[in-house]
C-alpha cells in the first residue's frame, strides 16, 4: 500500500523568500511522484512530474522538485515566493495499476501556503 | 486538446433530497474516469473510478453512486443525501503511462 506525508498543513513565508513544501511517501514499487495545486474553489491543476529519468523536474510557475530514493522524499521548491503562489499543494503517488484496474493516485492531506507581503 | 467540465458549480440541497452531478471530458477517448471529495479541512478522498463504459469500481462504501453511460461521461448520483455528503467534489481523468490526473474545475455541494 502506498502514502504519501506532508510534513506542515500550513507553510508560511514572505515574499520573495524560499518556498519548500514537503512530501515523503511510502511505496513498494518505484513510484511515479506528482505535485498539484489548489486555487480556493478550483479544481487541481498539475505542477510536476516525475517518472523516469532525470530526478530534478521542473513544473509550471518556477516551481521544482528533486526526486531523492534514499530519502523516499519528492520535496517541492521555488526560489522566490509570489504572492500569487498563495494556495493549496497536494503531493500524490500513483501506483503501477494492474490488469483491469485504474492506475490510482494517493494524495497527501495538503500544505496551504501563505506568502506574506 | 481536451478539457473537462463539471455542473452545476454549485448546488445547496435539502437532508434527503436526490443528487445528480455531471462530469464530461472532450478530446480525448476511452478515459479513466474518477470522482472525489473533498470535505471542509481534508485531503481528497478517491470515491469512484471507471475504466470504461459501465465499469464502476467503489472506494468507499456510502449512499453515492457513479454511472458511466457513455465514454466521456460520468455521474454521480444519491438517492438521499445526508448532511456528511457536503463538500468539494472533483472529477478527474487520466491519461498516458504515468497517470497524470486533470481536474474539473468541482461542484461546490452544501446539504442543510
Known amino acids: 500500500a502506498q502514502s504519501v506525508t506532508q510534513l506542515g498543513s500550513h507553510v508560511s513565508v514572505s515574499e520573495g523568500a524560499l518556498v519548500l513544501l514537503r512530501c515523503n511517501y511510502s511505496s513498494s514499487v518505484p513510484p511515479y511522484l506528482f505535485w498539484y495545486v489548489q486555487y480556493p474553489n478550483q479544481g487541481l491543476q498539475l505542477l510536476l512530474k516525475?517518472?523516469?529519468?532525470?530526478?530534478l523536474v521542473k513544473g509550471i510557475n518556477g516551481f521544482e522538485a528533486e526526486f531523492k530514493k534514499s530519502e523516499t522524499s519528492f520535496h517541492l521548491t521555488k526560489p522566490s515566493a509570489h504572492m500569487s503562489d498563495a494556495a493549496e499543494y497536494f503531493c500524490?503517488?500513483?501506483?503501477?495499476?494492474?490488469?483491469?484496474?485504474?492506475?490510482?493516485?494517493?494524495f497527501g492531506s495538503g500544505t496551504q501556503l501563505t506568502v506574506l507581503p | 486538446s481536451q478539457t473537462i467540465h463539471q455542473w452545476p458549480a454549485t448546488l445547496v440541497q435539502p437532508v434527503g433530497s436526490p443528487l445528480s452531478l455531471e462530469c464530461t471530458v472532450e478530446?480525448?477517448?476511452?478515459?479513466?474516469l474518477y470522482w472525489y471529495r473533498q470535505a471542509a479541512g481534508r485531503g481528497l478522498q478517491l470515491l469512484f473510478y471507471s475504466v470504461g463504459i459501465g465499469q464502476i469500481s467503489s472506494e468507499v462504501p456510502q449512499n453515492l453512486s457513479a454511472s458511466r453511460p457513455q465514454d466521456r461521461q460520468f455521474i454521480l448520483s444519491s438517492k438521499k443525501l445526508l448532511l456528511s455528503d457536503s463538500g468539494f467534489y472533483l472529477c478527474a481523468y487520466a491519461r498516458g503511462l504515468y497517470n497524470e490526473q486533470f481536474f474539473g474545475p468541482g461542484t461546490r455541494l452544501t446539504v442543510l
Open positions: 516525475y517518472t523516469t529519468g532525470a530526478t
Open positions: 478530446g480525448t477517448s476511452n478515459p479513466n
Open positions: 500524490a503517488v500513483s501506483d503501477r495499476g494492474s490488469s483491469g484496474s485504474a492506475r490510482q493516485l494517493t
